[in-house]
């Protein structure tokens, strides 16, 4: 199931744009694969999204508003039937913001809050779009706000980690962060990830 929630508040054809791109990708790789029409918290609500859902081995998130991805999700039956999906042994796959939400909420501050994680994944702060030029003002931000007891991954771009919580692997052009209270390591094509202990 391909959901473009986070690219919703961009307005009707990107939301399509995203759902289109998300089905072609995976019916590339020989998948059935179609978009589930999430918009917002009251689709993701709804019982039919949950079910189709329930019925689905991998749920992929596309990239938009990480803020509107985790409102529209937070506590919702769509979040429940995600969790579901894991435990039976589905995948959540997702690109920028449907990346940042897997892990925990981040502190906020100040004047910029990254309070976007649902927690799928529990002691994991995601950063994408890491070598960005850009992002480095927002790197060095979200360094200081990973919640204690958890570490930061932070990801590059054309780069992916594939795993969960036993660990990872590094697949892609870039490099990974991986920072914790003890600091930070670098990981590249074809390095594991350790997962967390305990």
């Known amino acids: 199931m391909v959901l473009a929630t986070a690219s919703a508040p961009e307005g009707e054809a990107v939301f399509s744009r995203w759902g289109r791109a998300g089905v072609r990708h995976f019916e590339g790789l020989g998948l059935s694969a179609r978009a589930l029409p ?86 994991e702060v995601f950063g994408v779009h890491w070598d960005a030029t850009l992002a480095a003002p927002w790197r060095a931000i979200l360094r200081s706000r990973v919640p204690p007891g958890c570490r930061l991954i932070g990801v590059a771009e054309r780069t992916a980690v594939l795993g969960g919580e036993g660990g990872w692997t590094v697949h892609g052009r870039g ?10 390591k670098w990981f590249s094509e074809g390095e594991e990830i350790p997962g967390r202990p305990g």
């Open 38 to 123: 999430v918009r917002d918290r009251e689709d993701a609500q709804r019982l039919d999204v949950a079910g189709a859902v329930a019925r689905c081995s991998l749920v992929f998130f596309s990239g938009g508003d990480p803020g509107h991805l985790s409102r529209s999700l937070g506590g919702s039956r769509l979040l429940s039937a995600i969790h579901e999906l894991l435990a039976a042994g589905g995948v959540y796959a997702g690109c920028s913001a449907g990346a940042m939400v897997v892990g925990e909420a981040g502190r906020s501050g100040g004047r910029f809050s990254f309070g976007t994680g649902l927690g799928i994944l529990r002691r």
């Open 175 to 184: 490099r990974v962060e991986v920072r914790d209270g003890t600091g930070s």
